[in-house]
């Protein structure tokens, strides 16, 4: 199974995106689906995440303004993440995530898309 991220572009400061993740197959026993994203010269760093009892998390600079979330209806995985004012440090290749149980158990990633805020 793959994951495929898709959505990412360029958008002024202010500006919203929709990223979606999308599994070419199924993925059981989903523990966390999560977006990651990772800027040059910095580490990967958790955006935002869906837990297995329906928590979301965000990073504190995304609270408010990024909204996580997933579309239980379709037989393949489906997730989004809605952007809104959108600041140039939110410029980074965006990743999505899924990790199967046990927690810590197999983990998917997507191959990353590009979100380019300009001032």
């Known amino acids: 199974v793959q994951l495929q991220a898709s959505g990412g572009g360029l958008v002024q400061d202010g500006g919203s995106l929709r990223l979606s993740c999308a599994a070419s197959?199924?993925?059981?026993?989903?523990?966390?689906v999560s977006w990651y994203r990772q800027s040059p010269g910095k580490q990967r760093e958790l955006v935002a995440m869906?837990?297995?009892?329906?928590?979301?998390?965000?990073a504190d600079s995304v609270k408010g303004r990024f909204t996580i979330s997933r579309d239980k209806k379709q037989v393949y995985f489906q997730m989004y993440l809605q952007m809104t004012s959108l600041k140039p440090d939110d410029t980074a290749v965006y990743y999505c995530?899924?990790?199967?149980?046990?927690?810590?158990?197999?983990?998917?990633w997507g191959q990353g898309t590009q979100v380019t805020v300009s001032s």
């Open positions: 197959g199924i993925i059981f026993d989903i523990n966390t």
């Open positions: 995530n899924v990790e199967q149980r046990p927690p810590g158990g197999r983990g998917f």
């Open positions: 869906i837990a297995r009892d329906g928590t979301t998390t965000y």
